[in-house]
């Protein structure tokens, strides 16, 4: 009965310190350890502007997405449309109603992104191939993660 028991325990241990190594710890201290780390740059902004910033950051995600799904179906129409969207005089391209708020390098980049979605439009009118296209899409995502790198949004308090 004794013997029966220290086996239980010993596998009841060895469940524990089993999950104890398959789990990292977790502590309330995560989410502060979390932004502790994150070096990169704060653009501070109004509630309504990080809104707009935002929605903007979707619809180029959304653009993208049309355009893959374009380029998939070899449907340069639909890439073209989709690419269109995030052209810089685009109406849902607000960068423009913030240049006072946002500081040079970032207007820079953005600005440079959305040149990517003109010329992948470009491209696409043009019907200059797939892989002409695929090779700006290339170089705008890039735009997109060395910006996502170096900055990030706070609401101003
Ligand atoms: C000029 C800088 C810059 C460029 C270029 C840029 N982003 Fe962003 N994006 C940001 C920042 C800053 C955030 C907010 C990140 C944070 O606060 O953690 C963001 C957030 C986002 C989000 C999250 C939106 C939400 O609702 O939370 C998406 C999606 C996104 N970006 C997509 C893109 C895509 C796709 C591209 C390229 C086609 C792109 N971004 C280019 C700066 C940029």
């Known amino acids: 009965m004794a013997r029966q028991f220290h086996t239980a325990a010993s596998c009841f241990v060895a469940i524990c310190v089993l999950q104890a190594c398959s789990e990292p710890p977790h502590t309330v201290d995560d989410h502060a350890s979390v932004g502790a780390t994150d070096a990169r740059e704060a653009i501070i902004l109004s509630r309504a502007e990080r809104d707009l910033v935002l929605a903007e950051m979707r619809m180029m995600l959304e653009s993208t997405e049309g355009i893959v799904a374009g380029l998939a179906a070899n449907d340069m129409q639909r890439v073209e449309q989709a690419a269109a969207r995030a052209a810089p005089s685009a109406p849902e391209t607000v960068d423009q109603e913030l240049h006072a708020s946002l500081p040079e390098a970032f207007l820079h980049s953005g600005a440079a992104a959305h040149g990517g979605f003109e010329d992948i439009a470009r491209l696409a009118?043009?019907?200059?191939?797939?892989?002409?296209?695929?090779t700006r899409l290339g170089e705008t995502l890039h735009q997109c993660t060395s910006c996502h790198a170096a900055y990030r949004v706070e609401v101003a308090r």
Do not use: I, L, W
């Not at 009118?125 to 695929?134: C, K």
């Open 125 to 134: 009118r043009q019907a200059a191939g797939t892989e002409a296209v695929m």
